[in-house]
């Protein structure tokens, strides 16, 4: 059964990847604000840890800034204006639903906090954690089917199709690159056990038609107003 979060009106899920960088820096929040206005609802920020136990919303390909971490976000802010704190994004933006990728457990404490002062998290907030099973097993523990999580590299997360037995899974969605993502029965599999399907990075025409034309349930893209169009010409456009 499809967990809450995704709750979409049987439309595809339309993820902005860090906001509408057309419009603004990406990760900021104008560049969120602008993404919401064109009509998206769900948002993906990376997921950083500075001092203080702060996180904030900012690409890292091994989840940490080292550079970063000895400096709380006001201090931060005067080389990185557009820097914005991952609860500011959320207070902004109410009617948005955010998945929160955490690529290093060394943010895992402060990223269970934040969740567990939020208000109906089940149908707002969702965490990928590619390559750190256990911290998906933690918040699985922790906030039981209420939290929406999806797949690991193992439950598979990157490839689609899943390393380890189903009985162990616990997975909403599964993120995958959009170069694997190729078999219609592979997709159909999925989709049929509740779990979403979500390529990434979406950011051509071409890639779009033919992903939805293999019926995935997601896409994750840079490319928003181009997504949207391509849904609106296929009545996908929740």
Same mark, same amino acid.
């Given at each position: 059964?499809?967990?809450?979060?995704?709750?979409?009106?049987?439309?595809?899920?339309?993820?902005?990847?860090?906001?509408?960088?057309?419009?603004?820096?990406?990760?900021?929040?104008?560049?969120?604000? +602008?993404?919401?206005?064109?009509?998206?609802?769900?948002?993906?920020?990376?997921?950083? *840890?500075?001092? @203080? !136990? $702060? =996180?904030?919303?900012?690409?890292?390909?091994?989840?940490?800034?080292?550079?970063?971490?000895?400096?709380?976000?006001?201090?931060?802010?005067?080389?990185?204006?557009?820097?914005?704190?991952?609860?500011?994004?959320?207070?902004?933006?109410?009617?948005?639903?955010?998945?929160?990728?955490?690529?290093?457990?060394?943010?895992?404490?402060?990223?269970?906090?934040?969740?567990?002062?939020?208000?109906?998290?089940?149908?707002?907030? +969702?965490?990928?954690?590619?390559?750190?099973?256990?911290?998906?097993?933690?918040?699985? *523990?922790?906030? @039981? !089917? $209420? =939290?929406?999580?999806?797949?690991?590299?193992?439950?598979?997360?990157?490839?689609?199709?899943?390393?380890?037995?189903?009985?162990?899974?616990?997975?909403?969605?599964?993120?995958?690159?959009?170069?694997?993502?190729?078999?219609?029965?592979?997709?159909?599999?999925?989709?049929?056990?509740?779990?979403?399907?979500?390529?990434?990075?979406?950011?051509?025409?071409?890639?779009?038609?033919?992903?939805?034309?293999?019926?995935?349930?997601?896409?994750?893209?840079?490319?928003?107003?181009?997504?949207?169009?391509?849904?609106?010409?296929?009545?996908?456009?929740?």
């Amino acid at each position: 059964m499809t967990h809450q979060f995704y709750d979409n009106g049987g439309y595809v899920v339309a993820m902005s990847h860090a906001g509408d960088s057309s419009a603004a820096p990406a990760s900021s929040l104008a560049a969120y604000q +602008a993404a919401f206005d064109l009509g998206f609802r769900y948002f993906q920020i990376d997921v950083v *840890q500075v001092a @203080g !136990n $702060e =996180l904030v919303a900012g690409h890292a390909i091994t989840g940490r800034q080292r550079s970063w971490e000895g400096s709380t976000h006001s201090e931060l802010l005067d080389q990185h204006p557009q820097l914005a704190r991952v609860q500011d994004l959320i207070d902004a933006i109410p009617g948005a639903r955010w998945n929160l990728e955490i690529k290093s457990s060394f943010a895992r404490h402060a990223l269970f906090e934040l969740l567990a002062r939020q208000p109906n998290i089940h149908g707002r907030f +969702a965490i990928s954690a590619p390559f750190h099973g256990r911290i998906l097993k933690a918040a699985r *523990q922790r906030f @039981g !089917n $209420e =939290l929406c999580t999806s797949a690991s590299l193992l439950e598979g997360s990157l490839v689609g199709q899943p390393l380890i037995p189903l009985s162990r899974q616990h997975a909403d969605a599964v993120q995958i690159m959009y170069l694997l993502a190729r078999s219609r029965k592979q997709i159909a599999k999925r989709t049929a056990e509740g779990i979403q399907y979500q390529p990434w990075p979406v950011n051509s025409e071409k890639e779009m038609d033919r992903l939805l034309d293999l019926g995935v349930t997601g896409i994750i893209t840079d490319e928003h107003q181009l997504l949207k169009d391509v849904l609106q010409r296929k009545g996908l456009w929740a």
